[in-house]
């Protein structure tokens, strides 16, 4: 039996479940650390209508597996397990599988358990010289750098971030590497504090119009509605917004704007994790000052407090 944080759609509870089987092609991971999303804050008000085992945030240690050289391995894994057969899943983009399940989102029990079943061929092996602690960022890292898949930021971008968070600050990371000049706007005085210690140039969301007139690039990340609303308002004409919140609900707005001037709108999701573990591995980028506290399972519900107060960046579980 294990520990398992189980989501019925309207509470969360600890339980005990059995330990989930292998079938051909899986493998079985024991879990050492899972990361906190705000994705899975949205889960809880609704989002995607998921039931089971939510986190999708993880490193472990494979306990089984159809490739016996993983066992005994550190691992972290894709989140998205695609069909295998249809023409995206051929091209290596299972996040966009028609018939996908998604790790603690949609269809596929996670990371906020003792014991998880992915996909063998999801998993990556973690680097010796990469910590439990890095290795767990993985996830946001990918997700942060499919930004410079999706759109090429040169140095001479002038570049905005919305939002100051965790996915946030792992973007600013990301795209420091491109040598773009980088504003952030933020809303928390203990979180800009973090971002300066970076480097990074940070003004208050309610001023950022009046420090600079409008942006090449405006990365939306403050899994806010309100952060569109600013973001439309920076973007300069014929400039890019790139979309990274997800959150339970409509977007209301006004098309009018993006058609005058011809503003072009990009949604980004999930990225490729073995660049992820390359920029941890080279030292490139390092995401460990961002976990705040750790927690048991038993503590859950102390731990998805603290990651909702609006003041802390990551909160981690630690089996």
């Given at each position: 039996m294990m520990k398992a944080l189980y989501f019925n759609g309207t509470s969360l509870a600890l339980q005990e479940k059995t330990i989930p089987k292998t079938e051909a092609g899986q493998s079985l991971i024991k879990v050492a650390l899972a990361g906190i999303c705000r994705t899975d804050l949205e889960i809880f008000k609704g989002y995607m209508s998921f039931e089971g085992v939510p986190g999708h945030e993880f490193v472990g240690v494979v306990q089984e597996s159809s490739d016996s050289s993983l066992l005994g391995r550190r691992v972290v894994g894709e989140i998205n397990a695609g069909c295998g057969r249809c023409n995206y899943c051929k091209a290596g983009l299972e996040r966009h599988c028609q018939r996908r399940a998604v790790l603690g989102?949609?269809?596929?029990?996670?990371?906020?358990?003792?014991?998880?079943?992915?996909?063998?061929?999801?998993?990556?092996?973690?680097?010796?010289?990469?910590?439990?602690?890095?290795?767990?960022?993985?996830?946001?890292?990918?997700?942060?750098?499919?930004?410079?898949?999706?759109?090429?930021?040169i140095p001479a971008s002038d570049v905005l971030i919305i939002g100051d968070g965790r996915l946030a600050y792992l973007i600013f990371l990301i795209l420091r590497l491109t040598g773009a000049n980088i504003t952030v706007a933020s809303k928390h005085e203990n979180k800009k504090t973090l971002f300066e210690k970076i480097g990074a140039t940070v003004f208050s969301s309610s001023h950022i119009l009046s420090v600079k007139d409008k942006f090449d690039f405006v990365v939306e990340a403050s899994g806010s509605p309100s952060g569109w609303d600013l973001a439309v308002s920076s973007v300069r004409p014929r400039g890019v917004i790139v979309l990274k919140s997800t959150y339970h609900g409509t977007l209301e707005f006004n098309a009018s704007t993006l058609v005058i001037n011809e503003i072009t709108t990009v949604g980004s999701r999930c990225g490729k994790f073995r660049p992820a573990l390359n920029l941890l591995s080279r030292g490139l980028i390092n995401p460990t000052v961002l976990i705040s506290e750790s927690f048991k399972l038993d503590d859950y519900s102390a731990a998805f407090e603290k990651a909702s107060d609006g003041k802390t960046f990551k909160v981690v579980f630690r089996m």
């Open positions: 989102i949609a269809g596929l029990n996670g990371a906020f358990a003792e014991y998880l079943v992915l996909p063998t061929a999801n998993l990556c092996v973690v680097p010796e010289s990469v910590s439990d602690e890095n290795a767990v960022f993985v996830e946001p890292i990918a997700a942060a750098a499919e930004i410079l898949e999706q759109v090429h930021v």
